[in-house]
């Protein structure tokens, strides 16, 4: 019995270690974690990023809107990515096209070949600007090589397809989001300021 | 329910309760102290000769600040986990050791990981999984198994010390190395473990850089470079 007791405190004591350091470093660890979501976004968004606000859209892809600017980002994914989910940020304009685009950190594409689909590294990003589920059809959101209109970056067709599959499947549960009429839309088409 | 000092361990010292001269005895620590430096760091080194902890040796290497980080990170684990289990080496069961020393090991990572997250979000953040795999790293419980649980408070921490540094020096040579190999730059990022001032430190060598080595950045590389490590440390020795 007292080796049992023993045992207990230990563990005891332990557990009340992480959580005192889970509480006394709560307030600097939210802090961190939103001015980083708030870096990303300025990243794709124009204007004040601290008005943007978060919200699902279903299980996998989310969006950031905010009122005050008129815009919103969206966080979309594809499980599809050379190692595993591939996230990206989308910027778009108020008719829904694609004002910026990146490929969100830590991702697990191949340093050197797949990850030469960030910002920065290649031009194949760039592809996606101008964009919208509706001056493009459903056909064009594939590498072109199985027909779209997305130019994969060489080396990196996985990674490419990937990025393409979630930009698109983004776009989709947005448009699915606007069109189901329980919801109240936080942004109304035509009404930008700077578009 | 203390268990026996295995007496062949080479680890445990003479007995401190033991009456010498106290000239002697300091000899005796002194040289202990140097013994356990030199075996730490070089003869025993805990990634070049006993091979441990491979695993985030390998995968965070790429770059010196992800290696430091990484480095530091499991010094700082491997001293706590060592002095905590040295403390607490009467009350655990010999039969129960092991799951007691992970639930230790994993308790202090994860503060250290919390630590990480409130004080160098960016390190955090490229460290990601290989954080919490500090748990796994065998460097960690292989020391409190061999030493820890049978040593003396001091003695485990000096064991940690060293062992860790010893860690730490391979870890941050290896990612200097895949660093200058794969990007080209010297010292990249150094503002994430040493604040905004380091910023500057950045060396790009214009020969190496875009044209980087990209074997190096890859896992394959992190093991070609480890093996020359190894074979220079052979081939010194050999020498000598």
Same mark, same amino acid.
């Given at each position: 019995m007292k080796a049992l007791l023993q045992l207990q405190l230990i563990v005891l004591g332990f557990t009340l270690l992480c959580a005192?350091?889970?509480?006394?470093?709560?307030?600097?660890?939210?802090?961190?974690?939103?001015?980083?979501?708030?870096?990303?976004l300025s990243q794709v968004a124009?204007?004040?990023?601290?008005?943007?606000?978060?919200?699902?859209?279903?299980?996998?892809?989310?969006?950031?809107?905010?009122?005050?600017e008129n815009q919103v980002v969206l966080e979309a994914l594809s499980p599809k990515g050379y190692g595993g989910d591939l996230r990206v940020l989308v910027g778009l304009d108020s008719v829904g096209e694609i004002t910026g685009l990146m490929v969100l950190k830590p991702h697990l594409e191949t340093p050197g070949l797949g990850d030469k689909v960030e910002a920065g590294k290649s031009q194949f990003l760039q592809q996606f600007i101008g964009k919208s589920l509706e001056n493009a059809p459903e056909k064009a959101w594939q590498l072109s090589a199985e027909g779209g209109a997305f130019d994969a970056v060489t080396g990196a067709t996985v990674s490419s397809r990937a990025v393409v599959e979630a930009v698109s499947a983004g776009l989709a549960a947005w448009?699915?989001?606007?069109?189901?009429?329980?919801?109240?839309?936080?942004?109304?088409?035509?009404?930008?300021?700077?578009? | 329910?203390?268990?026996?000092?295995?007496?062949?361990?080479?680890?445990?010292?003479?007995?401190?309760?033991?009456?010498d001269a106290a000239g002697a005895k300091s000899i005796n620590e002194l040289s202990e102290f140097k013994k356990q430096a030199l075996n730490g760091l070089w003869k025993n080194n805990p990634a070049l000769v006993q091979a441990l902890g491979l695993?985030? %040796?390998? #995968?965070? !290497?790429?770059?010196l600040v992800n290696a430091l980080a990484l480095g530091l990170a499991t010094w700082c684990v491997l001293l706590f986990s060592n002095v905590a289990i040295a403390s607490l080496r009467h009350f655990v069961p010999v039969t129960m050791r092991l799951p007691v020393f992970v639930v230790i090991i994993a308790s202090l990572v994860t503060a250290v990981e919390y630590l %990480?997250? #409130?004080? !160098?979000?960016?390190l955090y953040m490229t460290l990601g999984i290989f954080l919490p795999l500090i748990t796994t790293n065998c460097l960690i419980l292989g020391r409190?198994?061999?030493?820890?649980?049978?040593?003396?408070?001091l003695q485990s921490f000096q064991d940690a010390f060293w062992m860790g540094?010893?860690?730490?020096?391979?870890?941050?040579?290896?990612?200097?190395?895949?660093?200058?190999?794969?990007?080209?730059?010297?010292f990249a990022d150094m503002q994430w473990l040493l604040g905004s001032s380091a910023a500057s430190w950045q060396i790009e060598l214009n020969s190496l850089a875009g044209s980087g080595f990209l074997l190096a950045a890859l896992p394959p590389g992190a093991f070609l470079v480890l093996a020359a490590m190894i074979a220079a440390k052979n081939a010194l020795e050999r020498s000598k």
């Amino acid at each position: 019995m007292k080796a049992l007791l023993q045992l207990q405190l230990i563990v005891l004591g332990f557990t009340l270690l992480c959580a005192l350091v889970f509480f006394l470093t709560e307030a600097n660890r939210e802090a961190n974690q939103l001015a980083f979501e708030q870096q990303q976004l300025s990243q794709v968004a124009k204007g004040d990023v601290q008005s943007f606000q978060r919200m699902a859209l279903n299980d996998k892809q989310w969006v950031y809107y905010s009122l005050a600017e008129n815009q919103v980002v969206l966080e979309a994914l594809s499980p599809k990515g050379y190692g595993g989910d591939l996230r990206v940020l989308v910027g778009l304009d108020s008719v829904g096209e694609i004002t910026g685009l990146m490929v969100l950190k830590p991702h697990l594409e191949t340093p050197g070949l797949g990850d030469k689909v960030e910002a920065g590294k290649s031009q194949f990003l760039q592809q996606f600007i101008g964009k919208s589920l509706e001056n493009a059809p459903e056909k064009a959101w594939q590498l072109s090589a199985e027909g779209g209109a997305f130019d994969a970056v060489t080396g990196a067709t996985v990674s490419s397809r990937a990025v393409v599959e979630a930009v698109s499947a983004g776009l989709a549960a947005w448009t699915q989001w606007l069109e189901s009429s329980s919801n109240v839309v936080p942004i109304k088409a035509g009404e930008a300021g700077d578009d | 329910m203390t268990e026996p000092v295995n007496a062949e361990s080479q680890h445990v010292v003479a007995n401190a309760d033991q009456p010498d001269a106290a000239g002697a005895k300091s000899i005796n620590e002194l040289s202990e102290f140097k013994k356990q430096a030199l075996n730490g760091l070089w003869k025993n080194n805990p990634a070049l000769v006993q091979a441990l902890g491979l695993c985030p %040796l390998l #995968a965070v !290497s790429n770059t010196l600040v992800n290696a430091l980080a990484l480095g530091l990170a499991t010094w700082c684990v491997l001293l706590f986990s060592n002095v905590a289990i040295a403390s607490l080496r009467h009350f655990v069961p010999v039969t129960m050791r092991l799951p007691v020393f992970v639930v230790i090991i994993a308790s202090l990572v994860t503060a250290v990981e919390y630590l %990480l997250q #409130a004080f !160098s979000f960016p390190l955090y953040m490229t460290l990601g999984i290989f954080l919490p795999l500090i748990t796994t790293n065998c460097l960690i419980l292989g020391r409190a198994e061999a030493l820890a649980r049978k040593s003396s408070v001091l003695q485990s921490f000096q064991d940690a010390f060293w062992m860790g540094l010893g860690f730490l020096w391979v870890l941050a040579l290896l990612g200097f190395v895949r660093e200058l190999l794969a990007q080209g730059t010297m010292f990249a990022d150094m503002q994430w473990l040493l604040g905004s001032s380091a910023a500057s430190w950045q060396i790009e060598l214009n020969s190496l850089a875009g044209s980087g080595f990209l074997l190096a950045a890859l896992p394959p590389g992190a093991f070609l470079v480890l093996a020359a490590m190894i074979a220079a440390k052979n081939a010194l020795e050999r020498s000598k």
